[in-house]
Nanobody
Framework: QVQLVESGGGLVQAGGSLRLSCAASGSIFSLNTMGWYRQGPGKQRELVAS???????NYADSVKCRFTISRDNAKNTVDLQMNGLKPEDTAVYYC?????????WGQGTQVTVSS
């Protein structure tokens, strides 16, 4: 069994910063791409950022230059540093990971940005 546990969401004013963390645990034999999706009120879930095991990154255009994704392969963790937050970044953020050639998701963490 594989689990993804997220932490770090919360309420912040526009222009502020938050850091999300996600840790994968369980029977992990291979941990490939990790990343974050988000789903805002009344919106579809969208990719925010992803990172391969080798460190290649991909960002949604809306967060480029504001968000930074990183991972620690030794600890099976992925972080998302979010700077310059905007009200439109308000969403539930979900960690995902390609583990043992299967897709796993975290439970989600709420990020609310007030104007």
């Amino acid at each position: 069994q594989v689990q993804l546990v997220e932490s770090g969401g919360g309420l912040v004013q526009a222009g502020g910063s938050l850091r999300l963390s996600c840790a994968a645990s369980g029977s992990i034999f291979s941990l490939n791409t990790m990343g974050w999706y988000r789903q805002g009120p009344g919106k579809q879930r969208e990719l925010v950022a992803s990172i391969t095991r080798g460190g290649s990154t991909n960002y949604a255009d809306s967060v480029k230059c504001r968000f930074t994704i990183s991972r620690d392969n030794a600890k099976n963790t992925v972080d998302l540093q979010m700077n310059g937050l905007k009200p439109e970044d308000t969403a539930v953020y979900y960690c995902f990971a390609d583990v043992n050639r299967g897709d796993y998701w975290g439970q989600g963490t709420q990020v609310t940005v007030s104007s």
